[in-house]
């Protein structure tokens, strides 16, 4: 580890050229310096990685080098050339490309559709379908991405939008990659193969700068690393001498923490009931397949699987988004399946949604809004007949303290939260109406490990008082330590139950792939 150096002139580090430098860039928002200062010099073919705490300024660097924001202070070089962007256009035009923390696809759209929208291939004035869909097949191909052109985005999981997001990318020619946070979503076999995706474009002379808050993999996979802390480098580390724990201390300066939770805690009492349910997709294929399980109070029950296996749709047949084919739903025994969404969280269903930007939260209001959302009929949200405005401000000031959401207040702008702050107010919403069933899909998604570590404590708490969760996650780690009964999903159906005391993140990864047989399981 070395502090930040100060910028060398611009053409080179050791002999490799600088495909990015970014020398003393400043961005102000009201009210919050979000860059200040910053340093930053990615030699060309490398993956350079970027960390740093929720809100240290990650994003809003990247978008800033993608044309996306104007720096106030400061200079960006790109291959050793000044540029100054005015939009993403142009960025684009320089090579570079960007995959947001959020993605940016158009739903209704194919996969086709959505990597040439913006930059539509012509041939003779004609749009040229069958040449664009020939580039996305070798694209495909050859970064082993796996698209099916003629898919419908809304069809797919988290981890097949990501490929298409990178294949767009691909597709305008970027020598340069930023992706924000791409393994949030994936699990580890899928962080594998983004990986060996990663090193091809290596291969191919392509520059990543990756943005991640998990420092092993950022050690396995980074050839340097840029800490950012509160808006400004902190230093520079080698992956190859520094440890996870180094990182999160240069970070944080503060342990990495474990979700280690041992004394059980679980009552006889069923909380949630799931008896052999069924949910088809448009084709009736079932994609969720005759699943029966239990969540009994002060239980966590953790549904581990590759994405796009069926969870999904499981969170969505107990919380009413989506009919069944078969089977019922119970809640504290009473059968709901044929309530609505809002009659299950009204009967005490706290939700932690996959994709907080479609169902969690209102980017465009302000915070205090976004505390009531899916709460308007309880306090705070409500005096009499009444919205209290005021109830539920104080409440939001109240939950940013608690769960260290970091912003000026309860009226900014859920927009102007960075991605692990907005993943904090939703959780702390869910938390605070006191719901005897979590479903909880991702909960620590995007958060940093100081945070990480709060929100598994302040689910913990819950638990020890009679909570019943059911975890949906792609972090093996946290569903292994706050599990206390773990169901491995594949291809809709439950097809094994493991002791979260005994298995191993490589033993749980096998029975998620199919690559184990499923006897033998507990
Ligand atoms: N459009 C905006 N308007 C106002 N403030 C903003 C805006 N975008 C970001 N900010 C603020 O700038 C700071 C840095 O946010 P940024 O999104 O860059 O953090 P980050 O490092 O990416 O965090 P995370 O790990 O949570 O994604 C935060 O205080 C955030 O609230
Ligand atoms: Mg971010």
Known sequence: ???????AGGAAAGDVPLAVELR???????????????ELRVRRGEVHAIVGENGAGKSTLMKTLYGEHRPDEGEILVDGRPVQFRSPADAIAAGIGMVHQHFMLADNFTVLENVILGSEPTKRGRL??????????EISERYNLGLRPDALVEDLGVGDRQRV?????????????ILDEPTAVLVPQEVDELFGNLAELKREGLTVI???????????????????????????????TTTAKQLAELMVGAELPTPETRESTVRDTPVL????????????????????????EGEVVGIAGVEGNGQAELVDAIMGLRPLAAGSVLLGGEDVTAWSTRARREAGVG???????????????????NRILGHQ????????????RRGARADTARIMREYDVRAPGPDTLAVALSGGNQQKLIVGREMSARPRLLVAAHPTRGVDVGAQSVIWELLKDARAEGLGIVLISADLDELIGLSDTLHVMLRGRLVATLDPRRVTPEELGGHMTGARSTAGAA
Not at 129 to 135: E, L, N, Q
Not at 165 to 177: G, H, S, T
């Open 210 to 240: 990756f943005i991640s808050h998990k420092l092993d993999e950022v050690r396995r996979v980074a050839d340097s690393i840029t800490v950012i802390r509160r808006g400004t480098t902190v230093g520079t580390a080698d992956p190859r």
């Open 165 to 177: 997001e990178i294949a767009k990318v691909l597709y305008r020619d970027a020598r340069i990659l």
């Open 128 to 137: 040229d379908r069958a040449g664009a869909r020939r580039r996305i097949e």
């Open 377 to 388: 009929t309880r306090p705070p949200a409500v005096k009499g007949p009444l919205i209290d």
């Open 24 to 38: 003393g860039i400043t961005k102000r928002f009201p009210g919050v310096v979000a860059n200040g200062d910053i």
């Open 273 to 296: 009931q799931l008896v052999d349910v069924t949910v088809s997709d448009e084709s009736r294929r079932p994609v969720v397949d005759d699943v029966t399980l239990t969540v009994r």
């Open 1 to 7: 580890m070395s502090p930040a150096d100060s910028p």
């Open 351 to 369: 939700f932690i949604p996959e994709d907080r930007h479609r169902q969690g939260m209102l980017l465009d209001a302000p915070l205090w809004e």
